[in-house]
Protein backbone atom coordinates (compact mmCIF):
# COMPACT_ATOMS: atom_id res chain seq x y z
CA UNK A 1 0.00 0.00 0.00
CA UNK A 2 1.62 3.41 -0.76
CA UNK A 3 2.24 5.77 2.22
CA UNK A 4 0.55 8.94 3.06
CA UNK A 5 3.76 10.23 1.62
CA UNK A 6 3.11 9.20 -1.62
CA UNK A 7 -0.46 9.96 -2.32
CA UNK A 8 0.25 13.64 -1.51
CA UNK A 9 3.04 12.91 -4.15
CA UNK A 10 0.72 11.16 -6.73
CA UNK A 11 -1.97 14.15 -5.71
CA UNK A 12 0.97 17.13 -6.32
CA UNK A 13 1.17 15.47 -10.02
CA UNK A 14 -1.82 15.19 -10.89
CA UNK A 15 -2.76 18.70 -9.22
CA UNK A 16 -0.05 21.49 -9.39
CA UNK A 17 0.47 23.35 -12.58
CA UNK A 18 3.61 22.82 -15.33
CA UNK A 19 5.11 25.63 -13.58
CA UNK A 20 4.50 24.32 -9.75
CA UNK A 21 8.15 22.81 -7.99
CA UNK A 22 6.69 19.00 -7.19
CA UNK A 23 8.20 17.53 -4.47
CA UNK A 24 9.58 14.26 -6.39
CA UNK A 25 11.47 16.71 -8.15
CA UNK A 26 13.52 18.57 -5.21
CA UNK A 27 17.16 18.86 -5.63
CA UNK A 28 17.44 17.49 -2.29
CA UNK A 29 19.08 17.88 1.39
CA UNK A 30 22.63 18.78 2.00
CA UNK A 31 22.86 15.73 4.19
CA UNK A 32 20.47 12.81 2.49
CA UNK A 33 17.91 11.23 5.17
CA UNK A 34 15.28 8.35 4.72
CA UNK A 35 12.11 10.09 4.13
CA UNK A 36 9.02 10.14 6.02
CA UNK A 37 5.94 7.73 5.63
CA UNK A 38 3.79 10.84 6.50
CA UNK A 39 5.07 13.85 5.39
CA UNK A 40 6.89 15.16 1.85
CA UNK A 41 9.82 16.73 2.33
CA UNK A 42 8.63 20.52 2.62
CA UNK A 43 6.24 19.47 4.46
CA UNK A 44 8.58 18.46 7.10
CA UNK A 45 10.98 21.61 6.31
CA UNK A 46 7.61 23.17 7.29
CA UNK A 47 7.40 21.70 10.83
CA UNK A 48 11.37 21.98 11.37
CA UNK A 49 10.91 25.23 10.83
CA UNK A 50 7.94 26.04 13.06
CA UNK A 51 9.40 23.66 15.81
CA UNK A 52 13.13 25.62 16.32
CA UNK A 53 13.51 28.22 18.36
CA UNK A 54 14.27 31.28 16.24
CA UNK A 55 11.03 30.95 14.97
CA UNK A 56 9.66 31.31 18.56
CA UNK A 57 11.68 34.52 19.10
CA UNK A 58 9.76 36.41 16.29
CA UNK A 59 6.97 36.45 18.65
CA UNK A 60 8.99 39.53 20.73
CA UNK A 61 11.20 40.90 17.36
CA UNK A 62 9.94 44.39 15.87
CA UNK A 63 8.50 44.37 12.70
CA UNK A 64 8.00 48.13 12.34
CA UNK A 65 6.97 49.70 15.62
CA UNK A 66 9.94 48.80 17.91
CA UNK A 67 9.13 47.04 20.73
CA UNK A 68 5.58 48.12 21.05
CA UNK A 69 3.35 48.07 24.33
CA UNK A 70 0.14 47.36 22.33
CA UNK A 71 -0.69 43.94 21.83
CA UNK A 72 -2.61 44.50 19.07
CA UNK A 73 0.49 45.60 17.12
CA UNK A 74 2.78 43.25 14.49
CA UNK A 75 5.36 41.50 15.58
CA UNK A 76 7.87 39.67 13.24
CA UNK A 77 6.13 36.61 14.06
CA UNK A 78 2.34 38.06 13.04
CA UNK A 79 3.95 39.54 10.08
CA UNK A 80 5.09 35.81 8.80
CA UNK A 81 2.27 34.66 9.58
CA UNK A 82 0.74 36.96 7.53
CA UNK A 83 3.04 36.16 4.58
CA UNK A 84 2.12 33.13 4.87
CA UNK A 85 -1.37 33.23 4.95
CA UNK A 86 -1.22 35.27 1.42
CA UNK A 87 1.60 33.49 -0.08
CA UNK A 88 -0.41 30.52 0.40
CA UNK A 89 -3.57 31.61 -1.14
CA UNK A 90 -1.91 32.74 -3.71
CA UNK A 91 0.23 29.12 -4.00
CA UNK A 92 -3.71 27.35 -4.24
CA UNK A 93 -4.56 29.97 -6.74
CA UNK A 94 -2.35 29.28 -9.16
CA UNK A 95 -1.92 25.59 -8.33
CA UNK A 96 1.50 26.09 -7.15
CA UNK A 97 3.03 23.78 -4.37
CA UNK A 98 1.48 25.36 -0.99
CA UNK A 99 3.80 23.55 1.31
CA UNK A 100 7.06 24.50 -0.04
CA UNK A 101 5.00 28.05 -0.70
CA UNK A 102 4.55 27.68 3.42
CA UNK A 103 7.80 26.75 4.98
CA UNK A 104 9.74 29.63 2.63
CA UNK A 105 6.97 31.82 4.27
CA UNK A 106 7.39 30.78 7.81
CA UNK A 107 11.44 31.18 7.60
CA UNK A 108 12.27 33.67 5.85
CA UNK A 109 12.52 36.14 8.27
CA UNK A 110 14.36 34.15 11.05
CA UNK A 111 17.31 35.70 10.78
CA UNK A 112 16.55 39.58 11.72
CA UNK A 113 17.45 41.31 14.54
CA UNK A 114 16.21 42.59 17.21
CA UNK A 115 14.61 46.33 16.57
CA UNK A 116 14.14 45.14 12.70
CA UNK A 117 16.16 47.10 10.33
CA UNK A 118 17.53 49.94 12.70
CA UNK A 119 19.43 46.64 14.40
CA UNK A 120 20.32 45.10 11.01
CA UNK A 121 21.73 48.29 9.48
CA UNK A 122 23.78 48.40 13.21
CA UNK A 123 25.22 45.16 12.91
CA UNK A 124 26.36 45.87 9.14
CA UNK A 125 28.09 48.45 9.92
CA UNK A 126 30.67 46.91 12.08
CA UNK A 127 30.98 43.45 11.34
CA UNK A 128 33.88 43.28 8.75
CA UNK A 129 31.69 40.42 6.60
CA UNK A 130 28.66 42.44 6.38
CA UNK A 131 24.97 41.95 7.29
CA UNK A 132 21.81 40.61 5.73
CA UNK A 133 18.80 39.77 7.59
CA UNK A 134 18.02 37.28 4.60
CA UNK A 135 21.51 35.57 4.50
CA UNK A 136 21.24 35.55 8.44
CA UNK A 137 18.13 33.61 7.75
CA UNK A 138 19.67 30.99 6.02
CA UNK A 139 22.57 30.88 8.08
CA UNK A 140 20.06 30.44 10.90
CA UNK A 141 18.57 27.19 9.43
CA UNK A 142 21.94 25.97 8.28
CA UNK A 143 24.52 26.53 10.98
CA UNK A 144 23.06 27.59 14.22
CA UNK A 145 20.00 26.04 14.55
CA UNK A 146 19.78 22.39 16.51
CA UNK A 147 23.18 23.19 18.44
CA UNK A 148 25.07 23.88 14.89
CA UNK A 149 23.65 21.11 13.44
CA UNK A 150 21.30 23.51 11.22
CA UNK A 151 17.53 21.73 9.96
CA UNK A 152 19.33 20.29 7.15
CA UNK A 153 16.03 21.68 4.90
CA UNK A 154 15.87 20.96 0.83
CA UNK A 155 17.32 23.13 -1.68
CA UNK A 156 14.06 25.43 -2.90
CA UNK A 157 13.16 25.74 1.14
CA UNK A 158 17.22 27.42 1.37
CA UNK A 159 16.56 29.33 -2.08
CA UNK A 160 13.38 30.89 -1.46
CA UNK A 161 14.51 32.28 2.21
CA UNK A 162 17.52 33.39 0.46
CA UNK A 163 15.96 35.29 -1.88
CA UNK A 164 13.31 36.31 -0.49
CA UNK A 165 14.36 39.88 -0.95
CA UNK A 166 16.51 42.39 -2.75
CA UNK A 167 18.01 42.08 -6.58
CA UNK A 168 18.71 37.69 -7.00
CA UNK A 169 14.85 36.14 -7.18
CA UNK A 170 14.23 32.86 -6.28
CA UNK A 171 14.35 30.25 -8.92
CA UNK A 172 11.07 28.30 -7.86
CA UNK A 173 7.83 30.03 -8.60
CA UNK A 174 6.96 29.34 -5.29
CA UNK A 175 9.56 31.23 -3.86
CA UNK A 176 8.97 34.08 -6.22
CA UNK A 177 5.37 34.48 -4.75
CA UNK A 178 6.77 34.32 -1.36
CA UNK A 179 8.70 37.50 -2.23
CA UNK A 180 5.47 39.13 -3.52
CA UNK A 181 3.37 38.00 -0.48
CA UNK A 182 5.79 39.60 1.90
CA UNK A 183 5.43 42.72 0.48
CA UNK A 184 1.68 43.08 0.39
CA UNK A 185 1.47 41.54 3.74
CA UNK A 186 3.98 44.37 5.30
CA UNK A 187 2.64 47.33 2.81
CA UNK A 188 -0.83 46.86 4.24
CA UNK A 189 -0.44 45.62 7.62
CA UNK A 190 2.06 48.66 8.35
CA UNK A 191 -0.94 50.71 7.08
CA UNK A 192 -2.96 49.12 9.57
CA UNK A 193 -0.30 49.76 12.42
CA UNK A 194 0.37 53.82 11.37
CA UNK A 195 -3.16 54.01 12.07
CA UNK A 196 -3.15 52.52 15.61
CA UNK A 197 0.19 55.10 16.47
CA UNK A 198 -1.98 57.82 15.19
CA UNK A 199 0.50 58.61 12.09
CA UNK A 200 -2.92 59.05 9.72
CA UNK A 201 -6.16 58.54 8.89
CA UNK A 202 -7.60 55.78 6.98
CA UNK A 203 -9.42 58.83 4.44
CA UNK A 204 -5.54 60.18 4.51
CA UNK A 205 -4.22 57.58 1.83
CA UNK A 206 -4.15 59.06 -1.61
CA UNK A 207 -7.93 58.90 -2.98
CA UNK A 208 -6.08 57.27 -6.47
CA UNK A 209 -4.38 54.30 -4.21
CA UNK A 210 -8.02 54.15 -2.27
CA UNK A 211 -9.79 54.21 -5.77
CA UNK A 212 -7.27 52.07 -7.67
CA UNK A 213 -7.19 49.54 -4.28
CA UNK A 214 -9.48 49.50 -2.29
CA UNK A 215 -11.14 51.39 1.22
CA UNK A 216 -10.19 48.89 3.35
CA UNK A 217 -6.97 46.32 4.24
CA UNK A 218 -8.95 43.30 3.57
CA UNK A 219 -10.36 45.03 0.16
CA UNK A 220 -6.61 46.18 -0.76
CA UNK A 221 -5.20 42.52 -0.23
CA UNK A 222 -8.49 41.13 -1.93
CA UNK A 223 -7.51 43.27 -5.17
CA UNK A 224 -3.96 42.53 -5.36
CA UNK A 225 -4.37 38.78 -4.80
CA UNK A 226 -6.86 38.39 -7.32
CA UNK A 227 -4.83 40.47 -9.59
CA UNK A 228 -2.24 38.65 -9.05
CA UNK A 229 -4.19 35.49 -10.08
CA UNK A 230 -4.92 36.71 -13.20
CA UNK A 231 -1.58 38.40 -14.20
CA UNK A 232 0.95 35.81 -13.12
CA UNK A 233 2.71 33.10 -15.49
CA UNK A 234 5.84 31.74 -15.25
CA UNK A 235 6.76 35.43 -13.33
CA UNK A 236 4.62 37.23 -10.73
CA UNK A 237 2.79 40.26 -11.71
CA UNK A 238 -0.68 42.34 -11.26
CA UNK A 239 -2.36 44.77 -13.91
CA UNK A 240 -0.72 47.85 -14.50
CA UNK A 241 -3.10 50.07 -13.04
CA UNK A 242 -2.69 47.98 -9.66
CA UNK A 243 0.64 47.67 -10.09
CA UNK A 244 1.69 51.55 -10.16
CA UNK A 245 -1.12 52.61 -7.29
CA UNK A 246 1.04 49.74 -5.70
CA UNK A 247 3.91 51.16 -6.07
CA UNK A 248 3.12 54.19 -5.26
CA UNK A 249 1.66 53.11 -1.58
CA UNK A 250 5.11 51.83 -1.66
CA UNK A 251 6.22 55.26 -2.08
CA UNK A 252 3.49 56.87 0.42
CA UNK A 253 4.16 54.76 3.35
CA UNK A 254 8.25 55.08 2.94
CA UNK A 255 7.68 58.82 3.26
CA UNK A 256 4.88 58.86 6.03
CA UNK A 257 5.83 55.42 7.87
CA UNK A 258 9.21 53.93 7.27
CA UNK A 259 11.19 57.01 7.31
CA UNK A 260 8.82 59.18 9.77
CA UNK A 261 10.98 60.72 12.50
CA UNK A 262 8.19 60.20 14.85
CA UNK A 263 8.42 56.25 15.00
CA UNK A 264 11.86 56.07 13.89
CA UNK A 265 12.78 58.87 17.07
CA UNK A 266 13.71 55.76 19.12
CA UNK A 267 16.04 53.90 16.53
CA UNK A 268 19.09 55.74 17.48
CA UNK A 269 19.24 54.03 20.95
CA UNK A 270 18.50 50.75 19.66
CA UNK A 271 21.77 50.78 17.02
CA UNK A 272 23.74 51.93 20.29
CA UNK A 273 21.89 48.76 22.06
CA UNK A 274 22.94 46.68 19.21
CA UNK A 275 26.72 47.72 19.06
CA UNK A 276 27.66 47.96 22.51
CA UNK A 277 26.08 44.39 23.20
CA UNK A 278 28.14 43.10 20.06
CA UNK A 279 31.72 45.06 21.08
CA UNK A 280 30.76 43.74 24.64
CA UNK A 281 30.74 39.98 23.32
CA UNK A 282 33.38 40.24 20.62
CA UNK A 283 35.68 41.06 23.98
CA UNK A 284 34.24 38.55 25.97
CA UNK A 285 33.14 35.47 24.15
CA UNK A 286 33.34 33.09 26.77
CA UNK A 287 30.41 34.87 28.33
CA UNK A 288 28.25 33.92 25.55
CA UNK A 289 26.23 30.50 25.20
CA UNK A 290 27.66 27.49 24.20
CA UNK A 291 26.28 27.20 21.40
CA UNK A 292 27.84 30.43 20.03
CA UNK A 293 30.86 30.17 21.84
CA UNK A 294 31.87 26.84 19.91
CA UNK A 295 30.76 29.61 16.63
CA UNK A 296 33.61 31.78 18.01
CA UNK A 297 36.08 29.81 18.57
CA UNK A 298 35.84 27.56 15.11
CA UNK A 299 34.63 30.13 12.82
CA UNK A 300 35.79 33.84 14.61
CA UNK A 301 34.56 35.90 17.65
CA UNK A 302 33.07 37.88 14.83
CA UNK A 303 30.91 35.21 13.87
CA UNK A 304 30.24 33.99 17.20
CA UNK A 305 29.18 37.58 18.95
CA UNK A 306 27.36 38.54 15.00
CA UNK A 307 25.11 35.25 15.57
CA UNK A 308 24.34 36.01 19.16
CA UNK A 309 23.03 39.30 19.01
CA UNK A 310 21.31 39.02 15.81
CA UNK A 311 19.07 35.73 17.15
CA UNK A 312 18.23 37.97 20.39
CA UNK A 313 14.22 39.72 20.86
CA UNK A 314 14.42 43.25 21.38
CA UNK A 315 13.41 42.31 25.34
CA UNK A 316 16.25 39.93 25.36
CA UNK A 317 18.84 42.49 24.01
CA UNK A 318 17.34 45.12 26.50
CA UNK A 319 17.67 43.00 29.33
CA UNK A 320 20.80 42.03 28.54
CA UNK A 321 21.94 45.82 27.83
CA UNK A 322 20.35 46.60 31.30
CA UNK A 323 22.55 43.58 33.34
CA UNK A 324 25.84 44.43 31.74
CA UNK A 325 26.07 48.30 31.50
CA UNK A 326 22.72 49.80 34.07
CA UNK A 327 23.91 49.86 37.53
CA UNK A 328 21.32 48.41 39.88
CA UNK A 329 20.16 50.37 42.86
CA UNK A 330 21.36 49.70 46.15
CA UNK A 331 18.52 47.69 47.77
MG1 LIG B 1 9.21 39.67 5.81
Not at 68 to 77: I, K, N, S
Not at 251 to 272: D, H, I, Q, R, S
Not at 280 to 302: G, H, K, N
Request: proline fraction near 4%; hydrophobic fraction near 35%; charge should be negative.
Amino acid sequence: MDSVRELTLQKEDRYLSDLAQKCRDTKGRAVPEEEDALRTAYQRDRDRIIHCNAFRRLQHKTQVFLSPYGDHYRTRLTHTLEVSQIARALAVGLRANEDLTEAIALGHDLGHTPFGHAGERALDAVVSFGFHHYEQSLRVVDVIEKNGRGLNLTWEVRDGILHHTKDEFPHTLEGRLVRHADRIAYLNHDIDDAIRAGLFTEEDLPAHIRDVLGKRKSERINTLVLSTLEYTGAEVDMAPAVREAYEELNEYMFANVYTNPVCKGEEGKAVLIVQDLYNYFLQRPEEMPEDYRRIAETDSPERGACDYISGMSDRYALRMYEKLFIPSPWA
